[in-house]
């Protein structure tokens, strides 16, 4: 049965129903928006769209090169994606971004009108068989059956997951100690991955950067290793800090053209 879906006054869809608040909020985002705007995540990025542009077959004919982020958040990372692709190649990029926040989607549409923006559960998709050639998934829970049903013929899954050393600086000065088991995480997701998609590469991207006081503020704001952290710990390390050098840590993992 065809369904028809009008976009809201902000330029996005909502197809969640019965959709909850979660601790994604506005503010959270607004932050993330500051980081992202920043530049802190251009070399993951940048990484991200040379492997798609060189490992994609762009295709010579009229249809657009079909791109989803699965946990779009506020939508920054699509945004780049999209225009970097478009600039690598002739190719169209039609791209959309899912998030189950409804805050991080708002942010999203108000910042990139050529991006389709949705609220969406990825674990209960809105979205037809086979209908896109790229999802990246970037720092955000995966559903892999869903992606598998959603991924065209010889498209690629793109999954970005936290290193060891993602913003250690943070975990030690609020927690004194790094957080215990993330090697563990991250083998276990490099196996469940693998699981489904066996056709699989690892890429490891991590350098460091420093911090101004304003963007220390915005990257605690964005970022979930705050949320349990003492207050005092949070507060001297804004209070004290005239910058700060933090690493950042990624896997990528790549999936081969997914054919079936």
Excluded at 19 to 45: M, V
Excluded at 99 to 128: E, H
Excluded at 154 to 162: F, H, R
Excluded at 209 to 227: A, C, D, F, R, V
Aim: hydrophobic letters at 40%.
């Amino acid at each position: 049965m065809n369904h028809s879906f009008d976009m809201s006054r902000d330029g996005y869809f909502h197809l969640l129903p019965n959709a909850k608040p979660t601790k994604y909020n506005k503010e959270l985002f607004e932050a993330r928006k500051l980081i992202n705007a920043s530049g802190y995540f251009e070399r993951l990025l940048q990484t991200l769209a040379s492997g798609i542009s060189r490992s994609m077959p762009w295709r010579a004919n009229a249809f657009p090169l079909s791109i989803l982020d699965a946990g779009c958040g506020e939508g920054s990372h699509l945004a780049y994606l999209q225009d970097t692709l478009q600039g690598l190649s002739d190719q169209d990029i039609l791209a959309v971004g899912a998030d189950l926040s409804k805050p991080g989607i708002i942010t999203a549409a108000k910042g990139s009108s050529r991006v389709i923006w949705c609220v969406a559960d990825l674990a209960r998709s809105p979205f037809q068989d086979q209908t896109f050639d790229i999802i990246v998934n970037i720092l955000s829970p995966s559903n892999y059956g869903e992606f598998q049903r959603l991924l065209a013929a010889n498209g690629m899954l793109v999954k970005v997951i936290p290193g060891p050393e993602y913003l250690k600086e943070f975990k030690q000065l609020l927690y004194g100690r790094s957080t215990p088991g993330q090697q563990d995480t991250l083998e276990e997701t490099a196996v469940l991955f693998a699981k489904h998609f066996p056709e699989t590469e690892q890429q490891h991207v991590r350098y460091e950067i420093e911090l101004p006081p304003e963007h220390i503020k915005g990257m605690l704001k964005m970022t979930p290793l705050s949320w349990h952290a003492p207050k005092e710990n949070i507060q001297k390390l804004l209070l004290s800090r005239p910058s700060l050098k933090l690493t950042f840590d990624f896997y990528i993992l790549w999936s081969k053209p997914f054919s079936r």
